[in-house]
């Protein structure tokens, strides 16, 4: 009864039937969806594992849909996910514009990418990208006049992966003559070195686009920011996934049967770690919170190619196990910004602050959600982070270890600034009368942060699904038992000893000193501080949120101010410039036109020998 | 009656002569004629196909078998063509039912029936000074209905136009003249056969006044020059006819003509380069263009390079490709101009920056517009994504990675321009003004070929069998020459 | 499950013996301090009556529940640690929980502290505290390059990140890591100047620039919970560089030498030079110390 064309049919349809819905009984839409979301959610977890589930064939080509324990593992990404934002968004989006809309472009980009994860074929494979790439688009125009410059660079850099993949694709058909997975993965190792490397590097670039990897991340950025936040969580969460999902396919399914595996493996995994570093020190200066969130995302991203790129069986266990976490822990951010969004109306962390007493929920959520992404114990961010480590360690990236440690230490600058500019600091009096959000926002907040804890005292539970999906990528076998992580060395990390320890400690010493001095201790506002004799007065905030790593900032130096962006933007003002120009070709003066015509076969004419091999 | 392809000339060019007559009866009655003509067409078309596909039919006029006599031939291809065209006529029709008010109606009306005579004759006859003559009918018709609107600037483009396209007919005459004096013979199929014998310099000329007479209405570069003006300043369902049938029609005739006679590999390859440098200029020009007419007439002008691109790699999955192109086109540049032919009309000016908002004032029109762009930038479910993948397969397949790749570019500077009436017609201002209905005949149009695109991208395979005979048909000349002439051994 | 009492003991006497001993150094370097700036400093158990004072004040005040548990944070982290280093070589009582982790493990717990008393000290909504946090989250990053590369050096050297191995492996004075991997030592003693966070590398708490900064706002208990973590910290930091570089240590009296000759390098350090501002400190762990760092990686790999 759970079929994969049953769910294509079913996001699909319910993307019209929600925007039909919008525009006719408007107030079944939001329950709608989030029913049909949890149906799908059902039918992704049933769906039987098998590699060939539906086939037939379109135009010549042979289209295959089969749900492997790989593609399994993203899509329970992407349905989970989809269902805890669509959750989210009845509250969230109430009231603003253009939800029919919404609804439709959130469901098809979700079916988008069902059909990626699920296609068993480059055709099908792409049109799905393409499905989810203009669905996505849709959304991130969405929201005002500003999106529509980001949006166009969305597409514009999305176009220049989907067709990189397309430009593979076409290789690969001509050498290949199938573009089924089985054949392709079959026949790539006979083709010739340099369609190999081709068809390689195209791969990577196109898939790369997606999970924002520099240096072809500067869509990220803008996008994450404008997109409405529920969205932003499937975004980052999922959507980019998708390149990770493409990526891993690449490396272990394809590129693997070549001779330059090697360098394309330690080229990507420092591509990985750059983008990493960069995208750290971006994010550290961000003063959006949803930008910083997003080059936080790029650089997460960039752990878990450099992960896959590594190849060792831990490491892709550490890549995907990331993958997962990413999905949560930045569903939960980009959600409790989101949060933030909905009660201040603004992300600027220069101008919010001190919301943890009115929103205590939502900084739970957060909290949990910075010590995940920061690797801290015991929550699940270390499991992935400490493999990644081992694995880095274990197979002689010396350096590449220490660039990554150092941008995941440098992390805690961003994530501290993040908690601290939204949630901490000194209470305004504009966000006086601010609650917390309804119970249909909390709930998927605080599920995800719930995953983060049991998966971080009980990583095996995910490295499950982890361990099965790496099966199908290759002979990988990774050991692990239920809270205990080994490395390549055998040497291990008890989770749940951790756990305990920390537990157990953090309670007793807390009760202790909250029954200490019980009733000698007084809360006083945070307008009641030390401040050599000054007082803030009732207007003022004292909140340090400006400018607030400028020490690091001179440290860097001239580090920051090289940007591929500002290449890119040349590029395209010189290019659009240029075409400015062009137009001119055409005059409008029907003389010239003429001329062109005569001028045209006076070459054809002259130049006949050179052209067609004969002399006139 | 029995169903034979002379109809397709014949009964269009009967309505044209009829129309003026109606006329003096009863204005409303004529409005309805071109649309009974195209379904009775399309009827005949789709009847015939089949019987296309089994065995080309040739029909001889007036009695004289060939080379003597004047022949229509209906292949694969033909049958393929002419039944687009119908179907695309009709659809046409039935926009221009309300949208041609302002004017005598019946003029529009026999000038388009006479177009459509032309166009169906190119594609049918198996004369090349028949062919000449189709041409000129089409052509003719073309200049008036492009000054259809007796503006200062449709006046102007229809001049433009008539300048370049008078080049078209002399180079075409000239070659036919060379032809007739070398050959003693116009029947196409003939042709083929005794060509052989002409020298090669003389070959290479008429080849030479052909590629320059044919490209020019076929709007490869620089012979396009007419081709902005005249999108922009005639009737928007004029534009629709130009993108969708004239020139097409002309680009077949090129092309029958090449495989017929010239088939050398230099030859597809000079169209493959022409085909190149025609898309990259269309589509750049289009980017900055500040009219949407404009844009939507050089993103016209891409487009046919594309197509160009595709025949002139010249194998059966590439003309195929080429074919089922040529259908997006038709569909997807038939709702575009439908959609901005509105959009124009209620925005009161032509410029894209007078379309802020027109989203919510309009949210059907701009609904049309916006499928339209995202089916003709090729993503799916749109057809558009076929036939640009079937077109790059193809290519790929005769090793021609840079004209992928630059096929691709085109493709990345059409979004840029396309998004961007999009997010204006959406995202630039909030309008709070009343939703202003189109015309019902008008959106059922654009409602016919959404509906056709969707289909189509869906699944291709609807059209995609009759495409391969088609493509035999166009690349095998030897076929069509024993169709022709009865069994004669090349 | 049979309990092994000795192993209980173990973890109910360790942090009061890290408590003792990190409170006795800290004694210790106020009157080092004092002597040297030729004065006599108060007596070797000040430190010790400060705390204990502390605890019993009559007043506390907090500005919410994060600057409430932003000491608990500081303590479970220093209490972690503790239990995951092995404090005396193979011994039942003082290995802990030390064979369940590893050293990248202990990297990461060690933040966790941190991070509890930066977000306390964001909750008190005074500003000098959160200018505190910045520049310590920024000197951090200035130190963990040259600590991680030295790590890193070690740990492919020894082809383990577990600490017992490493000590194993250190059995004899001239197989400890420090004559192994000088460089290594180098850039982790370097950085350990900056980890401990005496001068020149105070501008974190900078007394008289932003009153003493992240701590400003705590008082009473809660001052005397930190200063505790704070001792508690000192001696598992200094325990696990003498595990790491000098090869551990079989009995308490050599543990202590060790510690303590480790303890006077930042110590003394401190007494003798000013304060770096924060990027200047950055670029210094950036300069020298990775130097060290990437010679160590490189030797160990050739």
């Not at chain 1, 969460?237 to 394809?254: P, V």
């Not at chain 2, 062919?131 to 073309?142: D, G, Q």
């Not at chain 3, 250190?170 to 192994?180: G, L």
Request: with cysteine; glycine share 8%.
């Amino acid at each position: 009864m759970f079929s994969i064309s049953g769910i294509f049919i079913t996001t699909f349809v319910s993307g019209l039937v929600a925007f039909l819905l919008h525009h006719s009984v408007p107030k079944i839409r939001d329950w709608f969806s989030i029913v049909i979301m949890g149906v799908i959610v059902y039918a992704v977890w049933e769906l039987p594992v098998k590699a060939n589930l539906l086939s037939f064939k379109l135009a010549n080509y042979n289209l295959v849909f089969g749900n492997t324990e790989y593609g399994r593992l993203f899509a329970l990404i992407v349905a989970v996910l989809g269902f805890f934002a669509i959750l989210y968004s009845k509250d969230f989006m109430e009231g603003k514009p253009r939800l029919g809309y919404f609804y439709m472009a959130f469901f098809f980009s979700i079916g988008g990418m069902f059909g990626i994860v699920y296609s068993q074929d480059l055709i099908s494979l792409f049109f799905f990208w393409e499905i989810m790439t203009w669905s996505s688009f849709l959304l991130v125009i969405y929201c005002c006049k500003e999106a529509q410059k980001i949006g166009l660079k969305y597409f514009v850099f999305s176009a220049i992966g989907a067709y990189s993949i397309m430009t593979a694709m076409v290789v690969l058909y001509s050498s290949i003559g199938s573009l089924q997975f089985a054949d392709v993965f079959a026949g790539f190792g006979k083709m010739d070195f340099w369609s190999q490397l081709l068809v390689v590097v195209l791969l990577l670039m196109g898939f790369g686009v997606k999970s924002a990897t520099m240096p072809l991340h500067v869509w990220a950025p803008g996008a994450y920011r404008i997109t409405p936040s529920s969205f932003t969580a499937i975004f980052s969460g999922a959507l980019s996934k998708m390149g990770i999902f493409g990526i891993g396919l690449t490396l272990f399914k394809i590129a693997s049967a070549t001779g330059f595996y090697p360098w394309v493996q330690e080229i990507l995994a420092w591509i990985g770690a750059l983008t990493a570093l960069f995208a750290t020190f971006y994010a550290v200066f961000a003063t959006d919170a949803k930008t910083l969130l997003a080059y936080s995302s790029i650089g997460q991203l960039g752990y878990i190619v450099t992960g896959l790129a590594i190849g060792t069986p831990l490491s892709i266990a550490a890549a995907l196990f990331l993958t997962v976490m990413h999905a949560i822990f930045k569903g939960m951010l980009f959600l409790a910004t989101g949060a933030v969004y909905y009660r201040t109306g603004t992300t600027d962390m220069t101008k919010v602050s001190g919301l943890i007493r009115k929103m205590p929920y939502t900084f739970l959520t957060a909290l949990f959600g910075i010590i995940t992404v920061s690797g801290v114990p015991p929550l699940a961010g270390f499991s992935g982070k400490w493999m990644l480590y081992e694995s880095l360690i274990q197979s002689n990236h010396y350096f590449l270890v220490v660039v990554i440690f150092f941008s995941s230490t440098a992390a805690f600058l961003y994530l501290y600034r993040y908690i601290f500019s939204l949630f901490l600091g000194q209470e305004e009096k504009e966000t006086e009368n601010v609650k917390e959000v309804p119970w249909l926002m909390r709930i998927p907040m605080l599920l995800l942060a719930l995953a983060t804890l049991v998966f971080g005292v009980a990583p095996g539970l995910l490295l499950h699904p982890v361990s099965a999906a790496m099966k199908y990528l290759g002979d990988f076998g990774v050991t692990y038992q239920t809270s205990v992580l080994f490395n390549e060395w055998g040497n291990k990390v008890d989770m749940l000893t951790v756990a305990n320890t920390i537990g157990v400690v953090f309670i007793i010493v807390t009760i202790i000193i909250t029954i200490k001095g019980y009733r000698s201790t007084r809360y006083v506002t945070t307008k009641d501080i030390h401040t050599s004799g000054e007082v803030p007065t009732e207007n003022e905030n004292l909140t340090y949120a400006v400018d607030f790593y400028k020490p690091f900032e001179r440290a860097l130096g001239s580090v920051l101010k090289a940007s591929v962006d500002k290449i890119y933007n040349a590029t395209g003002r010189i290019l659009e410039q240029s075409f400015d120009y062009l137009r001119y070709v055409y005059t409008g003066n029907g003389q010239t036109y003429a001329m062109y015509v005569v001028l045209f076969l006076t070459i054809l004419v002259v130049f006949s020998e050179l052209i067609f091999g004969i002399k006139l | 009656m029995n169903l034979t392809p002379v109809q397709f000339v014949a009964i269009p060019l009967f309505a044209a002569f009829l129309i003026p007559i109606v006329a003096k009866i009863s204005k409303e009655a004529v409005k309805y004629i071109p649309g009974i003509v195209f379904l009775y067409l399309a009827y005949v078309a789709f009847t015939l196909f089949p019987k296309a596909l089994e065995k080309p039919i040739v029909e001889i006029i007036a009695g004289f078998k060939p080379p003597f006599g004047i022949v229509l031939y209906f292949g694969p291809t033909a049958a393929f063509l002419v039944s687009m065209v119908m179907v695309v006529g009709f659809v046409i029709w039935l926009y221009s039912f309300k949208f041609i008010i302002r004017e005598p109606s019946e003029k529009y009306y026999m000038l388009f029936m006479m177009l459509i005579t032309g166009a169906t004759g190119i594609m049918l006859t198996g004369d090349v000074f028949n062919l000449f003559v189709f041409f000129e009918i089409t052509a003719i018709a073309a200049y008036s209905l492009t000054a259809f609107l007796r503006d200062k600037d449709g006046a102007e483009a229809a001049f433009k136009y008539l300048l370049i396209g008078s080049f078209s007919s002399t180079f075409f005459l000239l070659a036919i003249a060379l032809i007739y004096s070398n050959t003693h013979t116009l029947n196409m199929a003939d042709l083929a056969v005794k060509m052989q014998n002409v020298d090669v310099t003389t070959k290479l000329f008429i080849l030479i006044l052909f590629i320059s007479g044919l490209g020019i209405e076929s709007e490869l570069f620089p012979l396009n020059g007419w081709a902005p003006d005249a999108y922009s300043q005639a009737p928007t369902p004029v534009a629709a006819v130009f993108a969708g049938i004239v020139v097409k029609a002309s680009l077949y005739a090129l092309l029958r003509l090449v495989f017929l006679m010239f088939n050398w590999s230099e030859v597809f390859y000079l169209l493959l380069v022409l085909g190149v440098i025609t898309m990259l200029v269309g589509e750049m020009s289009a980017m900055r263009q500040h009219q949407i007419k404009r844009m939507l007439a050089f993103s016209s002008i891409g487009q046919m390079g594309l197509i160009v691109i595709a025949f002139s790699i010249a194998t059966v999955p590439s003309l195929q490709a080429g074919f089922f192109q040529m259908v997006n086109h038709v569909l997807i540049k038939s709702l575009l101009f439908f959609s901005a032919g509105y959009l124009v009309f209620h925005s009161g000016s032509k410029d894209i920056s007078a379309l802020d908002g027109l989203g919510k004032e309009k949210p059907i029109t701009s609904f049309f517009f916006a499928f339209g762009a995202l089916a003709i930038l090729g993503l799916p479910p749109f057809s558009g994504f076929w036939g640009k993948m079937f077109i790059l397969m193809a290519a790929g397949n005769s090793h021609l990675l840079l004209v992928v790749v630059l096929i691709l570019i085109s493709g990345i500077i059409e979004a840029v321009y396309y998004l961007r009436v999009i997010s204006r017609l959406y995202f630039y201002k909030e309008t709070t003004k009343e939703v202003r209905r189109t015309p019902v005949s008008g959106l059922v149009a654009m409602g016919i070929l959404t509906v056709l695109i969707i289909i189509l991208g869906l699944y291709p395979n609807t059209i995609l069998a009759y495409l391969k005979p088609a493509a035999n048909d166009l690349l095998h000349r030897t076929e069509y020459i024993n169709a022709v002439l009865g069994q004669i051994h090349l | 499950m049979e309990i092994n009492w000795l192993k209980v003991l173990g973890i109910l006497i360790t942090p009061v013996i890290a408590f003792i001993v990190g409170v006795t150094y800290g004694g210790l370097t106020r009157i080092i301090t004092a002597r040297i700036q030729n004065r006599f400093g108060p007596p070797v158990t000040q430190n010790f009556w400060d705390i204990v004072k502390l605890y019993s004040k009559k007043t506390n005040i907090q500005h919410g529940v994060m600057q409430h548990l932003a000491p608990v944070f500081a303590i479970t982290a220093s209490i972690t640690t503790l239990y995951f280093v092995p404090v005396i070589r193979e011994s039942t009582v003082f290995t802990n929980l030390s064979f369940q982790g590893d050293l990248i493990f202990l990297l990461y717990i060690m933040v966790f502290g941190s991070l509890g008393m930066a977000l306390g000290v964001g909750q008190s909504g005074n500003p000098n505290g959160a200018i505190g946090v910045s520049r310590g989250l920024s000197q951090m990053v200035g130190y963990e390059i040259p600590f991680v590369l030295a790590i890193v050096a070690i740990m492919i050297q020894f082809k383990t990140t577990n600490l017992n191995d490493l000590i194993a492996m250190q059995n004899n004075f001239n197989h400890w890591i420090i004559f192994q991997s000088p460089f290594a030592f180098l850039a982790a003693i370097l950085a350990f100047l900056g980890m401990m966070g005496y001068a020149p590398f105070d501008v974190v708490v900078a007394p008289a620039e932003i009153a003493s900064g992240p701590p400003s706002e705590f008082g009473g208990k809660y001052l005397g919970l930190m200063m505790t973590s704070r001792s508690i910290f000192t001696f598992a930091k200094l325990t696990l560089f003498t595990d790491i570089f000098l090869g551990g240590a079989g009995d308490f009296v050599t543990l202590v030498i060790k510690t303590f000759a480790l303890y006077m390098i930042p110590v003394l350090t401190g007494i003798v030079n000013p304060r770096f501002r924060t990027e200047q400190s950055i670029r210094f762990f950036w300069a020298w110390p990775t130097v060290f760092g990437i010679l160590a990686v490189l030797i160990v790999v050739w």
